[in-house]
C-alpha cells in the first residue's frame, strides 16, 4: 500500500490517534494536508473550502475528527443538555459530512474516503449517550454516500475502534475501566492507536478497490457483527 503521487487529507490530525494516521500517510508517500482546531473548523463550510482549495486534487480523506477527550465526565442522557447534545453531534456528525461533501468535487476516480465511528455506538456504551449516537451516525451516513458516491467512482467506508489508551480515553475512564476493555477483547491487550493504521491504509488503498459501504471493527476481537 504505497500512496505516492497521492494527496491526503486527515482531519484531527493535531495529536492521538490523528497524529498516527499522519505519519503513516506520509511514511507511505502521501502529500497530508493535517486540519486540526484552531486553524480548521470541520464546521466551517468556508475552511473546508479552503482546505479542498490547498489540496487541489484530492485522493483520500480521513473524517478523523470528533469531541470526544474534551467531552467531559460520563453522565446519564438524563443529565445531557441540549446544548451538550447539539454539540457533539454537530461536530462527529454534520462535520463528517460536510467534510464528504466538500471533497466529492475534488476527488479523483476512485478515490476514498474513511470515516471514524466506534464501537461504543454498537455496545451502547452508557455514561455518554450524545457520543454513542453520534457515532452509530456515522456508520448509517456512511451507507448513504457509498450508495450516491458509488457512481462517481467514489467509495466510502468506516473504521470503528475499541477504547484506545490514549491521552484523551485516560482522561474520560479509569485505569480500572481501561484495563477490563482490555480483559474482554479476545487478544486481550490496551488498544494503541497504531492498531488502526493497517485498517485505514487498506480503506484508503486500491487493494480495497471493490469495498464501499462497509465498518470495518478494529478492536481486538471484542465486538463481532
Request: no cysteine; net charge neutral.
Amino acid at each position: 500500500m504505497t500512496f505516492g503521487g497521492k494527496t491526503v487529507l486527515v482531519t484531527g490530525a493535531g495529536g492521538g490517534i490523528g497524529a498516527e494516521y499522519v505519519s503513516a500517510f506520509t511514511a507511505h508517500g502521501a502529500a497530508v494536508v493535517a486540519l486540526d482546531l484552531p486553524e480548521f473548523d470541520v464546521t466551517s463550510e468556508r475552511d473546508w473550502q479552503l482546505a479542498v482549495t490547498k489540496a487541489g486534487s484530492v485522493d483520500v480523506l480521513v473524517n478523523n475528527a470528533a469531541v470526544y477527550g474534551d467531552i467531559g465526565r460520563k453522565r446519564p442522557l438524563t443529565e445531557l443538555t441540549v446544548s451538550d447534545w447539539d454539540r457533539v453531534l454537530t461536530v462527529n456528525v454534520r462535520g463528517t459530512w460536510q467534510g464528504i461533501k466538500a471533497v466529492v468535487p475534488a476527488l479523483t476516480e476512485g478515490g476514498s474516503i474513511v470515516n471514524i465511528s466506534s464501537v461504543a455506538g454498537r455496545i451502547g456504551a452508557p455514561g455518554f449517550a450524545h457520543y454513542v449516537a453520534s457515532k452509530s451516525a456515522i456508520e448509517g451516513l456512511t451507507r448513504a454516500a457509498a450508495r450516491e458516491l458509488g457512481p462517481l467512482g467514489i467509495r466510502v467506508n468506516t473504521v470503528a475502534p475499541g477504547l484506545v489508551s490514549t491521552d484523551a480515553t485516560r482522561g474520560l475512564n479509569t485505569p480500572d475501566y481501561i484495563a477490563a476493555a482490555a480483559r474482554g477483547r479476545s487478544l486481550r491487550r490496551e488498544m494503541t492507536p497504531h492498531d488502526l493504521v493497517g485498517a485505514v491504509l487498506w480503506l484508503a488503498s486500491p487493494a480495497s478497490a471493490f469495498v464501499t459501504g462497509q465498518t470495518l471493527i478494529v478492536d481486538g476481537g471484542q465486538v463481532f457483527t
